[in-house]
T-cell receptor, first 113, second 113 residues
Framework: GESVGLHLPTLSVQEGDNSIINCAYS??????FIWYKQESGKGPQFIID?????DKRQGQRVTVLLNKTVKHLSLQIAATQPGDSAVYFC????????????FGEGTQLTVNP | ETGVTQSPTHLIKTRGQQVTLRCSSQ?????VSWYQQALGQGPQFIFQ???????GRGNFPPRFSGLQFPNYSSELNVNALELDDSALYLC????????????FGPGTRLTVT
């Protein structure tokens, strides 16, 4: 079946650097894409989302880019901080499936001081 | 932190037993979804409850069942536990059955021995 997946399982960056986490998806019918952050022992935390008719969306220190041509999603974190260390998941949603989210496998981001 | 709470935090069961997990949704939210997250993987959608009825189901067998109560809290029941059921079970609430923005609880860690 169609699924959302990630290119890299781990990413290590220096504090203050910018981080880029990538995601490939295969369901061209997805309407929304969402990035979640999951810290150890906690549930996923909503970071930012983007609708399928958009290419870019910015939040506080985060930017999500969507390239529908190659079915690629990325999360950029500016000035990465130790508190950003976590597993990051991309997820997709189709309006016809209600609230159902399909998650990828996640990328472990480690920020070195 | 979201307003979604789950109990218990941890649980150890024996293969063949039955288990009930509980979730209280965030105030104002009427839809609850359950996800299973195996170690090192992204959450997998089990099912969603809206207005006390199952409203969408993932690829899980019938021994996974649920309930939603008038106050929108929910239970996940798993019968005839198998070793592969060992996982983190996440509850997520949203303000409607079509809302993709979901708020996750901290999860219940189930270990089946």
């Amino acid at each position: 079946g169609e699924s959302v997946g990630l290119h890299l399982p781990t990413l290590s960056v220096q504090e203050g650097d910018n981080s880029i986490i990538n995601c490939a998806y295969s369901n061209s019918a997805s309407d929304y894409f969402i990035w979640y952050k999951q810290e150890s022992g906690k549930g996923p935390q909503f970071i930012i989302d983007i609708r399928s008719n958009m290419d870019k969306r910015q939040g506080q220190r985060v930017t999500v880019l969507l390239n529908k041509t190659v079915k690629h999603l990325s999360l950029q974190i500016a000035a990465t901080q130790p508190g950003d260390s976590a597993v990051y998941f991309c997820a997709e949603n189709q309006e016809t499936s209600g609230s159902r989210l399909t998650f990828g496998e996640g990328t472990q981001l480690t920020v070195n001081p | 932190e979201t307003g979604v709470t789950q109990s218990p935090t941890h649980l150890i069961k024996t293969r063949g037993q039955q288990v009930t997990l509980r979730c209280s949704s965030q105030s104002g939210h009427n839809t609850v979804s359950w996800y299973q997250q195996a170690l090192g993987q992204g959450p997998q959608f089990i099912f969603q409850y809206y207005r006390e009825e199952e409203n969408g189901r993932g690829n899980f067998p019938p021994r996974f069942s649920g309930l939603q109560f008038p106050n929108y809290s929910s239970e996940l029941n798993v019968n005839a536990l198998e070793l592969d059921d060992s996982a983190l079970y996440l509850c997520a609430s949203s303000f409607s059955e079509g809302a993709y923005e979901q708020y996750f609880g901290p999860g219940t860690r189930l270990t089946v021995t």
